[in-house]
């Protein structure tokens, strides 16, 4: 900060020091407080230039559970600083091997911004970086919460699994200056020193994720895993891969060869499209568990299916197929027979295949935009391939059209012409449901009219209105029923990862957070702050992001 407004700052602080404890006092609002180190009040947007001293702990996206910061100078990092890894003498030699990888990954992370050695060692004494699995955590902790405190001697996370403790990794992150995203060594820069604080953390809802749709554009596996790299930043824990469209078919089966060799060649526009082999994608599965999130892939059926009506002409009963390679954005026309062998044999022979690649509990169905099937033959069929994935062992998972079809995990994104009222009813029989509604979660919606890319059939969405929204109240549901939220990429008008960034930052951590906070901590006016810290990690990691004008982004 410059030097000659430091006066100005000392009563800006005094004056935001009242505003705070009776905003606090109003609000009766303990969660999180705009306080720093030394449990004094800040601003919330310190200015620009100002001293790089550790940051408040107030500065956690999603915000946790609770955040109370301590006293003294917190923890620097040093040449002499250790991680150290403990899984405890309960623990199974698998979680022992997960413990250290999370501790090696981490040490791997602030290696190559802060040029120290940080080795990852056995449980010890000294100062340093403690991973530790503690069974003894209150069982309400779950199996993704944490604690993690920090004070002068060192930084100590415990979870009940392996999981909770890569969460903790991720606030930790957080807690360091935004140049600890650097994926180079970071010269003449700040001290590496983590605010005195105590975190207890745990999430809302049990699914928290993002979809990637490889069908319109196609994204390497290298893609996919800078993708992913967002997401766990964020704590989601689950992607949704849309494997297959009109446009293309982007997974080897190796019983259906024509589905690749045919229906992989294009894309939108008519640029090369491309698909994973199973080693490719069990490769972007095993990336993901590392960072603690489920695959989640969808054939979608039987509509949106030109790719597959050219590779099996045969399918196609009603004569729906487009001139292939289809390269537009149409919806709608496309469909396979919802009857006869040949099509549960080919459902079939894909289920298996997913099946087997996928070690996550879900299989998705799709079942959304089927406009030439007549709605008894419609839930037969998804019935009946709603059959075929149980046998092979997952749980189907639709979009919310399917829950006539008995499918028993709906993903809502539709409330029209009804839907609304047949999800709550499916609720009521027993279903869960993913929160996706198309007019606040979808992230390839414009976030304003004349916005270069996206899409706007579903409305327009800025940060405030993706962030403004309640997943157990949007729509009449079952108490209970919500497993949790989220986002979905589709990419008719994306087909770069620099594009993929523009539209999910800053949006994804507004998700994030619905997922994960607590909702008696939603809050706009504090969410935004927050997220206007993120901006400088997300530049000193080199990823893309808009800078909305609803967010108090700091001068750069
Ligand atoms: C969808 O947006 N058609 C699921």
Redo the contacts with the bound molecule.
């Keep these: 900060m410059p030097r000659r407004i430091a006066g100005l700052s000392v009563r800006i602080r005094a004056l935001s020091t009242v505003l705070c404890v009776l905003l606090l006092a109003a609000a009766g609002f303990g969660l999180h407080r705009a306080l720093g180190p030394r449990g004094e009040a800040v601003a919330d947007h310190p200015p620009a230039g100002a001293p790089a001293g550790p940051r408040t702990a107030d500065r956690i996206v999603p915000v946790p559970l609770s955040v109370t910061p301590g006293s003294g100078p917190g923890y620097r990092l040093t040449a002499g600083t250790v991680i150290r890894a403990a899984a405890g003498a309960e623990a199974v030699e698998r979680q022992a091997g997960e413990v250290r990888r999370i501790a090696e990954r981490l040490a791997e992370a602030l290696r190559r911004p802060t040029g120290l050695p940080l080795p990852v060692a056995e449980p010890g004494d000294g100062d340093g970086i403690g991973l530790a699995l503690d069974p003894a955590l209150p069982e309400t902790t779950g199996p993704e919460g944490y604690r993690l405190t920090a004070d002068a001697t060192g930084v100590r996370i415990t979870a009940r699994s392996p999981e909770g403790l890569f969460r903790g990794t991720q606030t930790l992150r957080q807690l360091l200056p935004p140049q600890i995203e650097s994926t180079t060594r970071v010269t003449g820069g700040p001290e590496w020193t983590v605010a005195p604080v105590t975190v207890e953390d745990r999430p809302r809802y049990g699914y928290r994720g993002a979809m990637l749709d490889v069908a319109r554009h196609f994204f390497t596996p290298a893609e996919v895993k800078g993708f992913i790299d967002r997401l766990a930043l964020y704590k989601l824990n689950h992607l949704h891969l849309h494997l297959t469209d009109d446009q293309g078919w982007r997974i080897e089966i190796p019983a259906r060869p024509a589905l690749t060799a045919v229906g992989a060649v294009s894309e939108v526009g008519g640029t090369p499209g491309g698909f994973y082999t199973a080693a490719d994608y069990q490769e972007i599965v095993r990336y993901a568990q590392e960072r603690y999130l489920t695959v989640v892939p969808e054939i979608?059926l039987p509509g949106?299916s030109n790719a597959a009506l050219a590779a099996q002409p045969e399918l196609d009963c009603t004569g729906s197929a487009r001139p292939w390679p289809y390269t537009g954005i149409e919806?709608g026309f496309s469909t396979l027979c919802p009857t006869g062998d040949a099509v549960f044999s080919f459902t079939r022979d894909v289920v298996t295949e997913l099946a087997r690649l996928t070690p996550g509990p879900y299989l998705h169905i799709?079942g959304?935009?089927v406009k030439r099937v007549a709605p008894a033959a419609y839930a037969e069929f998804v019935r009946r391939v709603g059959e075929q994935v149980r046998a092979a062992g997952k749980t189907p998972v639709g979009?919310n059209?399917t829950a006539p079809g008995g499918i028993g995990v709906l993903?809502f994104?539709?409330g029209r012409a009804g839907r609304d009222a047949e999800l709550r009813e499916a609720t009521e029989r027993g279903a869960e449901v993913i929160m996706?509604p198309?007019g606040r979660s979808?992230l390839d919606m414009k976030y304003e009219s004349g916005y270069p890319l996206g899409l706007v059939w579903?409305g327009t969405i800025d940060v405030r209105s993706a962030y403004s929204w309640d997943p157990d109240t949007l729509v009449p549901v079952r108490a209970g029923s919500v497993l949790g939220v989220e986002a979905?990429l589709?990419t008719e008008t994306l087909d770069t990862p620099g594009e993929l960034d523009r539209m999910l930052l800053p949006r994804l951590p507004a998700l994030a957070e619905l997922g994960w906070s607590p909702r008696e901590s939603h809050d706009w006016g504090r969410f935004r702050s927050r997220l206007a810290e993120e901006g400088a990690r997300w530049e000193a990691a080199g990823y893309g992001y808009e800078r909305r004008p609803e967010v108090p982004w700091p001068a750069r």
Excluded: N, R, T
């Design positions: 979608d949106h919806v799709g959304d935009e979009w059209q993903q994104w539709d996706s198309s979808y579903a979905p589709w």
